[in-house]
């Protein structure tokens, strides 16, 4: 299958700093790729939807200026968490939509943790 | 009613077992229809995918969607301890193309 891959896989931060997570499809193109939120024991919650070239479609509740998207490239896409908070803590994960099909393949997640 | 309902178990059988995991969902409109496997603190893993109705097979696993009672199945023969995971059924069927998840099942498979 194809593969998505996700930089960096853990990270710990302090409170009030930015902390970027890539997301690189490594073997297809991906005008579309999603992020999503996953707490403890939880199904994951999408939270925004990023197409190349344009600006992410955010879920409901998900604040557009604390978690930046950017989606440059048809392989790669960015999701920044401002100002992280220890309620930020979570594991993030993102998938790729692979073209001519509705399937989409997930990263391995990164688990951030605000200290 | 939300749009995809899956029992999140927890679900146990011994090794050898056959395992029956489902989903019901809401909207009739509903096409692409998915199993991933998550491992935990890992990043979900595709199993299966189905368009419409109709059964699925590879390998020790079978995807089965019914549209005419809106009830998707995974079923997994000759379970082994490697099989223990959470399954989320998943739907394409967001606004922007996105899935919707069920909660997921945890599965433990016991030696």
């Known amino acids: 299958g194809a593969v998505v891959s996700q930089h960096p896989s853990w990270v710990i931060c302090k409170s009030g700093t930015s902390v970027k997570i890539e997301c690189r499809s490594l073997?297809?193109?991906?005008?579309?790729m999603f992020w999503y939120r996953q707490f403890p024991k939880q199904s994951l919650m999408l939270m925004a939807t990023?197409?190349?070239?344009?600006?992410?479609?955010?879920e409901q509740g998900v604040e557009k200026d604390k978690f930046l998207i950017n989606h440059a490239s048809l392989t790669l896409s960015t999701l920044t968490v401002t100002s992280a908070h220890p309620e930020d803590s979570s594991f993030y994960i993102c998938s790729a939509r692979a073209p001519a099909t509705d399937t989409q393949y997930f990263g391995p997640g990164t688990r951030l943790t605000v200290l | 009613q939300k749009e995809v309902e899956q029992d999140p178990g927890p679900l146990s059988v011994p090794e050898g077992a056959i395992v029956s995991l489902n989903c019901t969902y809401s909207n009739s409109a509903f096409q692409y229809f998915m199993w991933y496997r998550q491992y935990s603190r890992k990043g979900p893993e595709l199993l299966m995918y189905t368009y419409s109705s109709g059964n699925k097979e590879d390998g020790r696993f079978t995807a089965q969607v019914d549209k005419s009672s809106k009830y998707i199945s995974l079923f997994i023969r000759d379970s082994q301890p490697s099989d223990s995971a959470t399954y989320l059924c998943a739907i394409n069927g967001g606004s922007q193309g996105n899935l919707i998840f069920g909660k997921g099942t945890k599965l433990s498979v016991k030696p």
């Open positions: 990023s197409n190349e070239g344009s600006k992410a479609t955010y």
């Open positions: 073997d297809f193109q991906a005008t579309t």
